[in-house]
C-alpha cells in the first residue's frame, strides 16, 4: 500500500524560506507523478506544483512560479518542494499528492495524499 509523509512546514517571516518533503512507500517513486497541493481555511484546494516520473519534469501554479521548485530523488522516494520569498498568501496545510496518469500534473486529483504539514507565513 503505497503511503506518503510530509515534513518540514512550519513558521517563517514574509521573505523566509523552508523546504517541505515527503516519502513515499510501498512503491517505487519512478512509478507516479508527484506533487503538492495546498489547502488555507475557508479555501478550496490549490494546485502548487508536480514533477514527472523521472523527475526532468516539472508544472507550477502560477502564484508560486519562481519562487517554488520542486524536485524528486527516486533513490531516495522523496520529493521535495523548497519554497522562497515566502509571502502570508502561502499559509496553508500544504499535501503531498501521487498519481500515475494526470491527474497531479494536471492539478485536479491524486491517486494517494498525505496527512499535510502547515505551513504558516508571518508579516
Known amino acids: 500500500q503505497v503511503q506518503l509523509v510530509e515534513s518540514g512546514g512550519g513558521l517563517v517571516q514574509a521573505g523566509g524560506s523552508l523546504r517541505l518533503s515527503c516519502v513515499l512507500s510501498?512503491?517505487?517513486?519512478?512509478?507516479?507523478?508527484m506533487g503538492w497541493f495546498r489547502q488555507a481555511p475557508g479555501k478550496e484546494r490549490e494546485f502548487v506544483a508536480a514533477i514527472n516520473q523521472n523527475g526532468d519534469n516539472t508544472n507550477y501554479a502560477d502564484s508560486v512560479r519562481a519562487r517554488f521548485t520542486i524536485s524528486k530523488d527516486n533513490v531516495k522516494n522523496t520529493v521535495f518542494l523548497q519554497m522562497n520569498s515566502l509571502k502570508p498568501e502561502d499559509t496553508a496545510v500544504y499535501y503531498c499528492?501521487?498519481?500515475?496518469?494526470?491527474?497531479?500534473?494536471?492539478?485536479?486529483?491524486?491517486?494517494?495524499r498525505g496527512q499535510g504539514t502547515q505551513v504558516t507565513v508571518s508579516s
Open positions: 499528492a501521487a498519481s500515475q496518469y494526470g491527474g497531479v500534473w494536471l492539478g485536479v486529483d491524486y491517486d494517494y
Open positions: 510501498g512503491r517505487p517513486s519512478s512509478s507516479y507523478i
